[in-house]
């Protein structure tokens, strides 16, 4: 029997062979084969079945129809803005307790403060310790995050719908009396400190840095968000509890529920849990302006001695969130470098090889925002990625995108947004970037058409408003001795900096004077 099996499994085997030479043309070693006279009819008719199959992608799709309710939106007496989005059908449940203050509220000489603060509420609250938090949010089925960004700071967590009353106890517990203990603050500054070592050893990290103090100059927004190894070191205790105590209140505050949740439930969850939060009695602290002139070169170069590459970034203002611009700005992104196959992609690293990746992202703030297109490359090539880099944004500037092109980027835009809807999480983030900026909170289901109402002509209007050449900051970093030589040429108005004598703090990147080194 075994002989049986094997023999058929030999003859199997041969006839699998046998199909891919004559399919292939290819021997099973690789070598080519030439066709025999049997072979050539069997080659024609796999042909002549290929012959129907396209030779290029499908066209997109239509755009997906989104059903989203309407967000409702209460306020508690103490101030507390109550959104809910109810979808019903899974038991689960998304909240989010977002303040309308992040790392723009940052003192002068302290950055990182506000990302900093947010990441110590979970490490002990109500004489709670870190693990002891941690295993409670575990026993609801979740877990807690919290971070602070541009214009807000959150903390979250996702539940059953059974468990959403003693997850929202613990929300408030962290954010109403966490304990910022000297030990757990200690921690996170060594690790925060660790974390900017190793990001800021990255040329294209510390290139972004750069361009931000270049676009916002002395501005909130020109900062580390994260912080700088100085700002870090110079943090202390009081300093967290000062900015809680300025902040961290109900009439900054907004709590979204999405999911498994009506509105009545959410306003009467909502207060059983937040009631009791105090709004002070000083008024909310001034916002500082976002931008403000730049001390910096256009072209900067900064020698990062020995890096195996560079970091290129060009960058740009931008208008704000609230500004009319910003669905043009959002499709105009995506044509440039919001995804694989945008034009910057393709210049770069597809057609010239490059770099592995480049990419351009729109960050629209309260009262400004950035361009920033980034790509990381050998250091010899830097000069020609700058000038790929300026030549696409002018392009976008100067020609009107190709219908095609068009419809193919918003089709990617629309698909992510779609996608990022799917969770209570994502719905609930969604909500928030509305909600904290003060804008209709029925513009989540107007997304879709929004963007595909934008119009070549628009794009590029709007390029050549924002995306001028004239008012690029290009930012490259790494072993400068092998481009800086060449991008001078081009832009004789470069400056060079060391990396070992910048001070990160600085709106100029430099010391005082005596104590740092510029070429």
């Given at each position: 029997?075994?002989?049986?099996?094997?023999?058929?499994l030999a003859?199997?085997?041969?006839i699998?062979?046998?199909?891919?030479?004559?399919v292939?043309?290819?021997?099973?070693g690789?070598?080519?084969?030439?066709?025999?006279?049997a072979?050539a009819?069997?080659?024609?008719?796999?042909t002549?079945?290929?012959?129907?199959?396209?030779?290029?992608?499908?066209?997109?799709g239509?755009?997906?129809?989104?059903?989203?309710?309407?967000?409702s939106?209460?306020?508690?007496?103490?101030?507390?803005?109550?959104?809910?989005?109810?979808?019903?059908?899974?038991?689960?449940?998304t909240?989010q307790?977002?303040?309308?203050?992040?790392g723009?509220?940052?003192?002068?000489?302290?950055?990182?403060?506000?990302d900093?603060?947010?990441?110590?509420?979970?490490?002990?609250a109500?004489?709670?310790?870190?693990?002891?938090?941690?295993?409670?949010?575990?026993?609801?089925?979740?877990?807690?995050?919290?971070a602070?960004g541009w214009d807000?700071?959150?903390?979250?967590?996702t539940?059953?719908?059974?468990?959403?009353?003693?997850?929202?106890?613990?929300l408030?517990?962290?954010?109403?009396?966490?304990?910022?203990?000297?030990?757990?603050?200690?921690?996170?500054?060594?690790q925060?400190?660790?974390d900017?070592?190793?990001?800021?050893?990255?040329?294209?990290?510390?290139?972004?840095?750069?361009?931000?103090?270049?676009?916002?100059g002395s501005?909130?927004?020109?900062?580390?968000?994260?912080g700088?190894?100085?700002?870090?070191?110079?943090?202390t205790?009081?300093?967290?509890?000062?900015?809680?105590?300025?902040?961290?209140?109900p009439?900054?505050?907004?709590?979204?529920?999405?999911?498994?949740?009506t509105?009545a439930?959410?306003l009467?969850?909502?207060?059983?849990?937040f009631?009791?939060?105090?709004?002070?009695?000083?008024?909310?602290?001034?916002?500082?302006?976002?931008?403000?002139?730049?001390?910096?070169?256009?072209?900067?170069?900064?020698?990062?001695?020995?890096?195996?590459q560079?970091g290129?970034?060009?960058?740009?203002?931008?208008?704000?969130r609230?500004?009319?611009?910003?669905?043009?700005?959002?499709v105009?992104?995506?044509v440039?470098?919001?995804s694989?196959?945008?034009?910057?992609?393709e210049?770069?690293?597809?057609?010239r090889?490059?770099?592995?990746g480049?990419?351009?992202r729109?960050?629209?703030?309260?009262?400004?925002?950035?361009w920033?297109?980034?790509?990381?490359?050998?250091?010899?090539?830097?000069p020609?990625?700058?000038a790929l880099?300026?030549?696409?944004?002018k392009?976008?500037?100067?020609?009107?995108?190709?219908?095609q092109?068009?419809?193919?980027r918003?089709?990617?835009?629309?698909?992510?947004?779609?996608?990022?809807?799917?969770?209570?999480a994502?719905?609930a983030?969604?909500?928030?970037?509305?909600a904290v900026?003060?804008?209709p909170?029925d513009?989540?289901?107007?997304?879709?058409?929004?963007?595909?109402?934008?119009?070549?002509?628009?794009?590029?209007?709007?390029?050549?408003?924002?995306?001028d050449?004239?008012?690029?900051k290009?930012?490259?970093?790494?072993?400068?001795?092998r481009?800086?030589?060449?991008?001078?040429?081009?832009?004789?108005?470069?400056?060079?900096?060391?990396?070992?004598?910048?001070?990160?703090?600085s709106?100029?990147?430099?010391?005082?004077?005596?104590k740092?080194?510029?070429?």
């Amino acid at each position: 029997m075994k002989r049986v099996i094997r023999l058929r499994l030999a003859v199997f085997t041969a006839i699998l062979i046998a199909a891919f030479v004559i399919v292939s043309g290819c021997a099973p070693g690789g070598a080519p084969t030439r066709p025999t006279a049997a072979a050539a009819p069997a080659s024609a008719a796999s042909t002549a079945a290929l012959d129907g199959f396209p030779s290029s992608a499908p066209a997109p799709g239509p755009a997906p129809q989104l059903s989203v309710p309407t967000p409702s939106a209460q306020t508690l007496a103490n101030g507390l803005q109550v959104i809910s989005v109810r979808r019903a059908g899974l038991p689960l449940v998304t909240a989010q307790l977002v303040l309308r203050s992040g790392g723009e509220m940052d003192p002068p000489r302290l950055a990182g403060l506000a990302d900093l603060t947010a990441n110590l509420l979970s490490k002990g609250a109500g004489g709670q310790s870190a693990p002891q938090i941690a295993a409670a949010a575990e026993a609801l089925g979740g877990s807690l995050s919290a971070a602070a960004g541009w214009d807000e700071s959150a903390v979250g967590i996702t539940v059953t719908t059974p468990k959403l009353p003693p997850a929202l106890h613990l929300l408030a517990e962290v954010v109403c009396r966490p304990d910022f203990s000297a030990a757990e603050l200690k921690r996170a500054k060594a690790q925060a400190a660790d974390d900017l070592r190793l990001m800021l050893s990255r040329p294209t990290a510390l290139a972004s840095l750069a361009a931000s103090r270049g676009v916002f100059g002395s501005g909130a927004y020109g900062h580390s968000r994260s912080g700088t190894p100085a700002s870090i070191a110079r943090i202390t205790r009081a300093e967290v509890q000062q900015l809680h105590a300025r902040l961290y209140r109900p009439d900054n505050a907004i709590l979204i529920l999405t999911g498994d949740v009506t509105p009545a439930q959410a306003l009467q969850l909502a207060q059983a849990s937040f009631g009791h939060w105090q709004k002070p009695a000083l008024p909310l602290p001034l916002r500082p302006v976002g931008s403000t002139a730049s001390r910096l070169p256009a072209v900067l170069l900064i020698d990062q001695r020995g890096a195996g590459q560079a970091g290129v970034i060009a960058a740009h203002a931008a208008p704000s969130r609230r500004h009319a611009d910003y669905y043009a700005g959002l499709v105009a992104n995506a044509v440039l470098g919001g995804s694989y196959s945008a034009r910057l992609n393709e210049e770069i690293r597809i057609k010239r090889g490059l770099s592995y990746g480049a990419s351009s992202r729109l960050e629209p703030l309260g009262d400004a925002g950035l361009w920033l297109a980034a790509a990381q490359t050998k250091n010899p090539s830097a000069p020609q990625v700058v000038a790929l880099m300026l030549g696409e944004f002018k392009r976008l500037g100067s020609q009107l995108v190709d219908p095609q092109e068009l419809a193919a980027r918003k089709a990617a835009l629309i698909g992510a947004y779609g996608r990022s809807l799917e969770t209570t999480a994502g719905l609930a983030e969604q909500v928030g970037k509305l909600a904290v900026y003060g804008l209709p909170l029925d513009g989540i289901g107007q997304y879709i058409a929004r963007v595909q109402a934008v119009t070549p002509q628009q794009v590029e209007t709007y390029a050549h408003k924002y995306l001028d050449a004239t008012g690029s900051k290009v930012v490259v970093v790494g072993d400068a001795a092998r481009f800086a030589a060449a991008i001078r040429q081009a832009y004789p108005q470069a400056e060079l900096l060391q990396s070992t004598a910048l001070d990160l703090d600085s709106p100029s990147l430099q010391p005082p004077a005596g104590k740092g080194t510029a070429h």
